[in-house]
């Protein structure tokens, strides 16, 4: 932790390159568990986003362990570690005037709350992909779930290691009856939100 370090302000601040995007910077932060469709909203999300000209850039949980955080374990305090690190990238990301959409796991309220803590109020978009455990299971596009029940993978999501849904998300997108909505229409309600709360225009 270093003491001897000071804030240096720029002269171009995060009102003029929202100005400059015609957009309002902000988080979007997909979770759920592994297999309830985060990345292909994700991607879906920021195709039809930039169809519209707006700029996204995806923090794909996967993605960002091959790089920043490839030093880091599936161990608690790693994960947790994992998650804090996204966090700092996301609000620059949004500090920048772009929408930032994260999608990953973070399966503990705590860490998905602490992320929200450093973006200032109304910043921080919280979508959990509310799909249950046997669908995910079902699908198991990784081979994750079949790994974790023959004990090869420990502290697995969903199976030996707790998730804890939101409590107080900004969109829920879930099963209705037998049908899922396509990634496309999942990612049109989030547009939705988006519009109706003023991001898509600075």
Known sequence: MSTNIVWHECSVDR????????????????????GSGKSTLAC???????????LTYVLDGDNVRHGLNRDLSFRAEDRAENIRRIGEVAKLFSDSGIICIASLISPYRKDRDACRAMLSEGNFIEVFMDIPLEVCEERDPKGLYKLARAGKIRGFT?????YEPPLNCEVVLQQTGGDYAS???????????LEEKGYLKA
Do not use: F
């Not at 879906?44 to 707006?54: D, M, V």
């Open 15 to 34: 009102l003029e390159r929202q100005r400059l995007l015609q957009q309002k910077g902000c988080v979007i932060w997909i979770t759920g568990l592994s």
């Open 183 to 193: 990634p496309s229409d999942m990612a049109e309600t989030v547009i939705s939100y």
């Open 158 to 162: 969903g199976i030996d290691d707790p």
């Open 44 to 54: 879906a999300l920021s195709r039809a986003l930039h169809s519209r000209g707006n």
